[in-house]
């Protein structure tokens, strides 16, 4: 797979990609990383990225010519994602499909953003990883590479460990125990220590429609449930809703 970051700050990335598991996938071959610097392809002495706002304002704005130049001059790619705070949130579905489409270019905008020329012209999507401003978008071109890195196959240690993760079932993850079966008084559920597989499957499903339903219930509308799911699920929302409505939260 052949990734693409367009950024003015290419050790931003470039340390972030030589570590844990990102690093030991490239290492293996299993994607190659081009970093492009819209500085590059500046014309005056001072290599200016950015100029004032028409129209007034506070901040900068990415000038166009550079930012295009920089993207034209990475051979096509199968999708042109812009990091942005208004671009729509990045979900596991994106990163499973930009797993399956064999290039991806992220872009990073900095300062108060990207001539709007630009998107229009030369992006394909914008992404959001979060309801928050950041000062560009090299953590969200991360944030991306690391969730689409990860998905590949020789990435991970156990290729089950992808399809387990929260979010790929559309539910959050149920919780993990490790040795010893009893630390500092607290013991690991029983039934992990059974061996009885069918078993640990069932309380592992249950937990993650447990967290999912105490955290982030919208998910569920979108989970097929069995009749003994949706009732036991049914419960739990209903337990949720008496507690928010009583004065002290729920608590005792």
């Not at 190659?32 to 500046?42: G, M, Q, Y």
């Not at 010519?65 to 034209?72: T, V």
């Given at each position: 797979m052949r990734l693409v970051v367009v950024?003015?700050?290419?050790?931003?990335?470039?340390?972030?990609?030589?570590?844990?598991?990102?690093?030991?996938?490239?290492?293996?071959?299993?994607?190659?990383?081009?970093?492009?610097?819209?500085?590059?392809?500046?014309?005056?002495?001072?290599?200016?990225v950015d100029d004032v706002p028409f129209g007034g304002?506070?901040?900068?704005?990415?000038?166009?010519?550079?930012?295009?130049?920089?993207?034209?001059s990475v051979e096509p790619v199968a999708t042109r994602v812009l990091l942005s705070p208004t671009g729509r949130p990045f979900r596991q579905a994106d990163?499973?499909?930009?797993?399956?489409?064999?290039?991806?270019?992220c872009v990073c905008g900095r300062y108060e953003?990207?001539?709007?020329?630009?998107?229009?012209?030369?992006?394909?999507?914008?992404?959001?990883?979060?309801?928050?401003?950041?000062?560009?978008?090299?953590?969200?071109?991360?944030v991306i590479i690391d969730a689409v890195v990860r998905l590949l196959p020789g990435a991970l240690g156990n290729e089950q460990s992808a399809v387990?993760?929260?979010?790929?079932?559309?539910?959050?993850?149920?919780a993990h125990y490790t040795r010893p079966?009893?630390?500092?008084?607290?013991?690991?559920?029983?039934?992990l220590l059974s061996g009885h597989h069918?078993?640990?499957e069932r309380w592992r499903r249950r937990e993650s429609l447990r967290l999912t339903a105490e955290r982030r219930p919208e998910l569920l509308n979108q989970v097929n449930l069995s009749g003994e799911e949706r009732r036991f699920v049914d419960?739990?929302?209903?337990?949720?809703?008496?507690?928010?409505?009583?004065?002290?939260?729920?608590r005792e």
């Open positions: 950024t003015l700050f290419p050790g931003l990335v470039e340390g972030y990609l030589s570590q844990g598991i990102v690093g030991r996938a490239a290492a293996r071959g299993l994607f190659t990383t081009t970093l492009v610097d819209p500085r590059a392809f500046t014309e005056d002495r001072h290599r200016t304002g506070a901040g900068m704005v990415m000038k166009p010519e550079p930012l295009a130049r920089a993207i034209d990163a499973e499909r930009f797993a399956r489409l064999g290039s991806v270019m953003g990207i001539d709007r020329r630009v998107i229009d012209s030369h992006i394909d999507e914008e992404l959001s990883i979060g309801d928050f401003v950041l000062s560009g978008g090299e953590l969200g071109a991360l387990h993760e929260t979010f790929t079932s559309g539910l959050l993850e149920h079966a009893e630390w500092r008084g607290v013991s690991v559920p029983d039934v069918a078993e640990i419960a739990l929302l209903s337990v949720r809703s008496t507690n928010d409505e009583r004065p002290d939260g729920g």
